[in-house]
Structure formats: C-alpha cells, structure tokens
C-alpha cells in the first residue's frame, strides 16, 4: 500500500506541514446538531463570524437562543445516572449524546440536582436527583412537576422512572417544539411536592426551580409505509420519526369502529390486547419499545422505539384473528 | 418497557426497585462502533487530517477552513447513519469530506469515466531520477508545493488530497470517490507525476 511513498516528491507531500487552525474544532463544535440546516459550504464565514458576534453581544437575545454558548458546555460524559434508569429510556451508552447539567435546588430539607438532559423530535428527557435519598421521589402523579421553555410554552410530562433507593429519576416530556427548537431551548423545571414512597409520610411540599439549556439532538423523517387492511381495518401510517435513539411510528386506523384498538381476548388470566405493534431491528432482535399512546376514540396509535443500529427495520401491526400487516422502515 | 399514556401511571412505575449498576462510564466502548462515534471524538481523530485535505483542494486557506467545517458538521450530523458493516469509519467520513469538498466546486464530480481511462493506459512510466527531485523539491517551500498542488486539475488534487492530505490507503481513496483500490492506486500515481512534471515545467 506504501509503494507510492517511495518517491521524494511523495514522502514530502506526506509530512507537508500543514498546522491546523486552532479555531477549527470549536467552530464545528459550537455549530453541532443543525437538525434542520442543510449543508453548503459558506461563502462569507468572516462575515458570518461578524454577526455571530454581534448577536452574541445582546444579552436578551442569546438567553433566547441558547443554542451556541450551550453545545460548547456540553461536557461527554455523565457518571451519575445509573443504567438502568438510562436504559428504560432508552438512553444507555449514548453518554456523548446527554448533555451534563449541574444545577440544584433546595427546599424543605431536600436537596434536587438536575443531572442531565436529553432532547429529540420525539422527547425531552430530564435527568434527576433527590437528596437524601429515602425514598422520596420528585414525581407525585405528574401534578407537582413541570417544565417551560424561554418562551413561556410548557412541555407535558409523559411519564418517568425512578430509583427510589438512590434518589435518581428519569422524567419524560413532550418534545420542545416552536422556536426554541432551532434555537435551543432554555428549560426550567419546577416543582412542589416530593412523594413519600414510605408508607409512613405524606408528600412533602417544597419549591424547587431548576434551569438548563439543551439543544434538540438529529432527527429525520421517514417516508411513511404504505396503508393496510386488517379485517375491516384501514390501516393508514401517518408519521415515521428517525432520531439517533429512537424511532417514532403513528398511525391512523379506520373502520374497526368503537372500541377496535382495546379489543381484549381472554386467556384465562388477564387477556391480551388483540390490536398490537412490533418492531424488529435489523440485526432480527425485537425493539425495545418505549410506550404507546392509544387513542380509541380517534383511532390513533403512537408508539416509540429503541433505535439500536442504522438498517431496515421490520413493523408487524396486528389485530388477532383479523390479520397482519408487515412493513419495513429503512434509516440508513 | 414502560407504557403510560397518561402521567398518573407514573406512580406505579416509580415503585420498582432498581439495584446499583456501573455508570456509563465505566462501560469500554470499541472505537469501531457507531456508539463510540461522538462529535467528539469525530473531531479529535479526524479534524487534522480532513483539515490536511481541504487545504490542499481549496484555492486558499479560508477556503480550507470552510471546506473543512462544513464537511465535519456534515459528518457529526450523518454520525448516526455510519454502518461500520459497510466500511470503515475512514472510507464512510471521506466519502461525506470529498463531497463537502465537490460542493464547494474543489473535485470534479466526472471522476469515474477518467480514472477507468487512466487504469486502461496502464501504469505510469519511469520516475525521474530521485537525487534531482531531491535537490528540486528542496529549494520548494511548503506554502510553494502546496500551491503547485492546489493549481493540479480537480481530479488530481483530490486523490493527492486523500493520499497524503487525509493519509487514506488505496482501499480507502476507492470508497471515497468510487474506484477500485487497484484504480485508485494509479490514479495517485499519474497524478503524483503530473505534479511533478508541472514542477519541472515550473523551475525551468
């Protein structure tokens, strides 16, 4: 492979000393995750630089686009959310892509840490710690807890986990959507009440107000499969979401009438769920599925999924005894 | 693994226990993977040599920078689309760089047709004698060969570019611009000696 080093002329290409700008790295850094921006070399980067500078230099206007000054914060790693909390969202071993925070807040005698963040197309995951650690956790049926971008929208809480042992949770809320999505979002997260797992006390009220700035990681949208019949069923699919975790896939169902996607078949224990999605990696192994929101009334199925590797995926939707539906999702 | 479309069922998923697991960073990761690609470590290993070769296809070193910010960004936003199953890290991110670089009208894009002409004719002739390349290449300062590579046709600054701007093997030249590495491996060596014949025609 080396025979073409062989001459004067290539060994002095080779170590051509050419010294790398230093502002290179933390241009390209400051610029990351661009979902939306297509590419093109820049004509003017000096002039660009002039009005970046010149933005930067008004305080109201980068507190409301935060995007810049936050990716450069980001720090790699995150060594105090455990495993398993990241798993159950999805999130385990993605350290690079969780931006670290260090904010807390005290109240009543607990102490609340924002660890991390994560936020996509598809969700916007805090990461969470209360301290001391027994057994009182930060979720209270989703009432005590919200969270709202700068421009005053607030994201709904979809669910969460927690580790009641060592104070850590995980919270999910809606995607940030609107400007702060382009231009990153600064977050804070408010809330009232600690629950008591021990059946000893009751909910303990507080005040704790948490800041943090994040910016939404990639995502693509898919072409979406073509519609299917299951019995009576139309099976039309609306929305397929590729983001560097997950995969997001909506559909509409028509003509099952009321009642259609919890149609229950009895199995001698609890039953089943008649109507149900599968999603298969390309390596053949099941997707971990992250939840689903069934919405009977209007025929809506939304369910998230691990993204594991790049590849076809394979969509099974079924409804027992009425059929199946067989689609592939390819994110290469 | 958990299933709540509304808030209220957070509850009963906040009552499993879980017990101490290692923390992420405990895990090793294997630089091949895509999940040890981060923006991160994507500009530690590859920002010189990406750098190496814009400055040598663009016309001028803001240019070079140009042409090699864009093409890492490109590079960190497509970081979830790299199948190590289709190649290596290298031929993958070359293939996005020379693209940047084509974009910025720096590699011609009717390289294909060219290089099989080149494969046909055969392999180049004899090099001229080493001592006197030797001498010449010495009076030649950096920024001097650098320019007489920036001033090659877009197809030869681009395989010069990747050969000894990005340090890429015949293998990976190929993948990044459609050749076999055999025809790769030519058209570095044609274009080396068009290089050097535009020196000589140069200094005489």
Redesign the interface.
Known sequence: MNDDLRSPLARRLATLEIPVPPELVPRVMAARRPAARVGGVRLVPRLSAAVALVVLAFGAASYFAPRFSQALADAPLLGNATGPLLRSVGLAGLDGRITTFSGAAVSSGYRVELIGGYADAIRTIVLLRVQPADRSVLLSNGTGVTLTDQFGRRLELKGGVADEQTGQEVLEFEPITGPAASLGARLTLQAATLTAFAATRDGLQGDWELHATIALDESRALTPPGLGRLGTMTVMFTRVTATATALEVQLHVQGGGPGALSRVIPDALKGHPAFSMHLWAPDGTPAQALTTRVDDALGLVDTVWVRSAAGVYRLVVSDEGMGTIERTIDIS | ?????R?????N?????????????A?P?NPDT??AL????L?ERY??RV??FS??VARH???A??????A???G??K?????PRRGTVESWLFRIVTN?AR??GRVTSRRLALWQRLVAQGTAPE?AD?DV??RA?AR?S?RE??AA?RRLRPRERTV?AL???A?L??ASIGAAIGLSPNAA?VA??RA?DR??DQ?QEENQ
């Open positions: 693994m958990y299933d709540f479309g808030a209220e069922r957070i509850q998923v906040a009552t499993r226990r879980f017990r101490p697991d290692l923390h992420l960073g895990h990761l895509p999940e981060t923006p991160e470590t500009c920002a010189e750098y190496r400055a040598m070193e803001i240019e920078e140009d042409i090699a910010q864009e890492l960004e490109r960190i936003r970081l979830g689309q790299f199948d940047a974009d910025a090099r080493d390349e030797v290449l030649l950096n060969l650098l590579v010069v050969r000894f701007g340090d093997d015949h491996r570095v060596r080396l290089l050097r020196l």
